[in-house]
């Protein structure tokens, strides 16, 4: 009984070793990546001394983002994460439509950021930077993360909060440090800018802010789910806020409207400005950190995606596979690492890449809908659900600002991109519906 049980429903065997502190380190690391090195200089071109101010409408957008998914996360404890609560609100279609949107975004995002990492770490230790190289890196740098995720979600959930601290450790002694070299006029206001350079501005930071979706995925394996997702979620979201905030506060009182000429490393900028080459070095090598840190959380949490497909039938059952020693998901683990490295290695990442800022927002607008849905239902798996304040106001306000960054955002290449993905979702449910039994 107990074997059929596995069986038909592998998400018994996964084991739940994800706390607050380990979800919000994912959280954490997802969100916090290689945007927050390049875009205070973004910022100051398009607002100047205001830039601080499209932080905070970033922060209030995210924010609503955040309840549903606290409230949505705290309901529903599937393995699949956003993909499990669009599809037990919405339906198994329009779950997996986005299930695709999430695996594809995260897919696309790690192969871009596998290949910075390897010119970034060519170049810290003076290497040449050839193909061969940094091929040899980005094979060498998955094959290591997904042994480490294949031994136990505890052994890379560990690996993840070291990184978390050695990530934040440069940015807390550039904030810390550098805030003692602020110059208070640099920050002065000389008028207030449109609202509309604002919400612009904040349409295209925003997508520093993202993250939450792909951490949620190992939903199954977090302990207490109905707690533990809305504290980490929060504790995630308050921290990322203020140290972006900072950050673009320090950087921008050191070099004023000088933080505009660098759109590469500005911070590695400012901190030349402070402390010299060794200052620069340093930057330069938390931005390599950030980077490790984010591929490492891709590797804990979005092969994850890749075994519910194959427990629900959407692809073969075998990605459902879990190790009977670690109880993870190595088939899904071993196949998104073999997608991820393929795709650094052809640079074939390019063509998709216009497509993980739209996904991420249509996957953010299905979430507040289910959101609303599932408190409609009162669907709970374990516990006393987080409830969001105000009833349908909170999902109807997110609806609202994720309509509108699109619009700020988006682009018809993007429109025509985005409908080809859902038209090859579509096409693939169609297959697996009229295939059944499944795989």
């Known amino acids: ?18 706390g607050v502190r380990q979800l919000a380190a994912g959280i954490f690391n997802y969100t916090v990546g290689t945007g927050i090195f390049a875009l205070p200089a973004f910022a100051v071109v398009s607002l ?30 599937v393995t699949g994460g956003p993909y499990a609560y669009v599809e037990v609100a919405l ?34 230790a003076g290497a040449p930077t050839a193909a061969w190289l940094q091929g040899a890196l980005v ?12 031994r136990g979600v505890r052994t890379g959930a560990r690996v993840l909060e070291v990184v978390t601290v050695a990530k934040l450790l440069p940015l807390a002694v550039f904030v810390v440090g550098g805030a003692l070299f602020v110059k208070p006029g ?29 951490a949620l995925i190992p939903s199954r394996e977090v302990v207490r789910p109905s707690r ?27 070099l004023g409207a000088d933080l505009a000429a660098d759109r590469v490393t500005p911070l590695a900028t400012a901190a030349r400005h ?31 995606c890749l075994f519910a497909f194959g427990r629900d039938g959407f692809l073969p059952r075998g990605l459902a596979a879990v190790h009977p020693r670690y109880r993870t998901p190595h088939v899904a683990i071993v196949t998104y690492g073999a997608l991820a490295t393929a795709l650094a290695l052809t640079g074939t990442f390019e063509r998709l890449a216009v497509l993980a800022n739209v996904s991420v927002l249509a996957l953010y607008l299905l979430c507040a809908i289910s959101a609303w849905v599932l408190r409609r239902r009162d669907v709970r798996t374990e516990g006393e659900p987080f409830r969001t304040p105000g009833g349908a106001l909170v999902p109807a306000l ?32 169609a297959i697996r519906a009229a295939r059944k039994p499944s795989f």
């Open 274 to 304: 402070v402390a010299g080459p060794v200052g620069a070095t340093v930057m330069v090598l938390g931005a390599v950190v950030s980077m490790c840190g984010y591929l490492s959380g891709a590797m804990l949490a979005t092969p994850r």
């Open 398 to 429: 997110a609806c609202g600002a994720i309509l509108w960054v699109l619009w700020e955002t988006i682009t018809r290449r993007e429109l025509v991109a985005v409908g080809a993905v859902l038209v090859v979702a579509v096409v693939l449910y």
């Open 139 to 150: 094979i060498s740098l998955f094959v290591v993360l997904a042994a480490v995720n294949i």
């Open 48 to 77: 100047g001394p205001a830039a601080p101010a499209a932080y905070l409408v970033c922060a209030v957008v995210m924010g609503l983002v955040v309840l549903c998914f606290a409230e949505a996360g705290s309901r529903v404890s």
């Open 91 to 124: 339906g198994p279609l329009t779950g997996f439509v986005a299930g695709v949107l999430l695996w594809l975004a995260d897919l696309t995002a790690t192969a871009a950021v596998a290949t910075v990492f390897a010119g970034s770490v060519a170049t810290l």
């Open 186 to 214: 640099h920050l002065a206001w000389n008028g207030t800018p449109e609202a509309s350079a604002i919400l612009g501005t904040a349409g295209v930071l925003i997508f520093a802010f993202a993250g939450i979706e792909g």
């Open 1 to 18: 009984m107990k074997a059929s049980i596995e069986a038909s429903n592998p998400d018994v065997l996964l084991v739940r070793e994800l």
């Open 228 to 254: 533990t997702v809305p504290r980490a979620v929060f504790l995630a979201l308050g921290a990322v806020t203020a140290l972006y905030f900072a950050i673009q506060l320090v950087a921008q009182g050191i």
